[in-house]
């Protein structure tokens, strides 16, 4: 006859069991959930809940902790670590990492650079649908980072991103066409792809567009609309759309002329860097209370914010 358990070990083993069942096991974050965390800037919650995510495998986890790496959040600053992981989702297909490793690969600031292999990812982030990654592949092909131009290629990617809605391939995209790089001119295309881009916010888009339509190049003329766009980049801040909306006041040509108001515009886009030695001689005929007056509305001018197309 075989001896029995002894009922002190029986006991322990109940004890034990009773425990298992009521301590449950810790929680593993989710994708999902520490996405929340990162959207909360909660970044040191976020950093430690998805290292173990990233260190099993998990694709997306290895992505975001490439970015928390990268931007230094939840953990010190590290390009290297940040390559490190964005490599590894990129090879396992994430077209966010590999976007983000061939920003990487081209970033000055973070040692060594290799243009070809950054050339390389983004063509896999953007044969994958990326659209920032079809947006720099177009710049890289129209001459970016010392590359040699191809502006077929350069107008092919710069249109899949335009396509898909991407503001700052829409505006370069434009400025191919205007500047008949590749070789012929599409004035109706480059209107068309600026009124877009500027439709989303962008100054620089919206006095180029500006520019056409008051100029009726590849576009309708019409003055009042083409001077609403010069003042929506203006107040914006762009110095450029500033100093043609002065000499527009200045002038009467397409507005009403109002000497306080050019004065103004002239000021702020002399204060951004654009000088102009017309607009000089019309500042010397104001009177001290119209002068006074424009340097007012100067000083008083703030920006209206730009929206960030990165």
């Known amino acids: 006859m075989s001896r029995g358990v002894p009922a002190s070990m029986l006991r322990g083993l109940a004890v034990a069991l009773s425990l298992a069942v009521a301590v449950p096991a810790a929680h593993a974050a989710t994708v999902a959930e520490v996405t929340a965390l990162v959207e909360a800037k909660q970044y040191k919650e976020a950093f430690a809940a998805v290292k173990p995510l990233a260190d099993g495998g998990d694709v997306r986890a290895m992505t975001m902790l490439g970015n928390l790496y990268r ?127 500027a439709l989303k916010g962008m100054p620089e888009a919206a006095l180029e567009y500006g520019v056409m339509v008051l100029r009726g190049e590849g576009v309708e003329q019409n003055m009042d609309i083409g001077a609403r766009w010069l003042r929506f980049a203006a107040e914006h801040g762009h110095p450029v759309a500033q100093n043609r909306l002065a000499r527009m006041y200045a002038a009467g040509v397409g507005v009403k002329a109002d000497p306080v108001e050019g004065a103004m515009w002239n000021l702020l886009a002399e204060k951004g860097g654009r000088s102009d030695s017309t607009l000089d001689e019309f500042m010397a005929t104001l009177t001290k209370e119209q002068r006074k007056d424009a340097e007012k509305r100067a000083a008083d001018f703030v920006a209206k914010p730009v929206p960030d197309f990165d």
């Open 71 to 197: 931007n230094g959040q939840g953990t010190e600053q590290s390009s290297d670590e940040a390559r490190k992981w964005f490599a590894k989702a990129a090879e396992a297909g994430d077209a966010e990492a590999q976007f983000n490793y061939a920003m990487l690969l081209i970033d000055e600031t973070t040692g060594t650079t290799d243009p070809a292999a950054s050339a390389e990812w983004l063509a896999k982030a953007a044969g994958n649908g990326n659209t920032k990654a079809q947006y720099n592949l177009g710049l890289i092909y129209s001459g970016a980072y010392g590359a040699d131009p191809d502006w077929p290629k350069a107008i092919e990617w710069f249109g899949k991103a335009a396509a898909a809605g991407n503001p700052n391939a829409q505006y370069n995209l434009g400025l191919v066409y205007l500047d008949g790089k590749g070789g012929v001119r599409y004035p109706v295309a480059a209107a068309e792809w600026f009124s877009k881009a």
